[in-house]
């Protein structure tokens, strides 16, 4: 075989596996947060406990819980289309030294 069409095979099969693992990534996200509202002993700015502050502390919990999760949801989404955006260009590079690498071969074997 032609040294330089083992070279393009080589990159072939390098570029197939990044994007193999990328459109792998790409399915991975991070899960959502819940919140736990019921400690007892939770206090705000240093008041006690009790009703009032209670009522204060967990609406700064589900206000903190909703927007970190839009933050999860955002951050999940612009991975996954970063991961299928590089998936994509390896599969292109892969495609790409497969047709060097035949073009390659093309030419040793005709000659």
Not at 31 to 39: C, Q, V
Not at 87 to 103: E, F, R, S
């Amino acid at each position: 075989m032609n040294l330089l069409a083992t070279v393009w095979f080589v990159f072939a099969l390098m570029f197939s596996g990044l994007g193999i693992y990328h459109f792998g990534a790409a399915s991975a996200s991070i899960g959502l947060f819940e919140a736990d509202t019921s400690p007892p002993s939770m206090t705000v700015d240093g008041l006690p406990a009790g009703p009032a502050t209670d009522v204060v502390v967990e609406k700064r919990i589900q206000k903190f819980s909703a927007e970190l999760n839009r933050y999860i949801a955002a951050y999940n989404t612009s991975t996954r289309q970063r991961n299928v955006m590089a998936g994509i260009g390896y599969a292109a590079a892969a495609l790409t030294a497969l047709l060097a690498m035949a073009i390659e071969l093309k030419d040793f074997l005709t000659s």
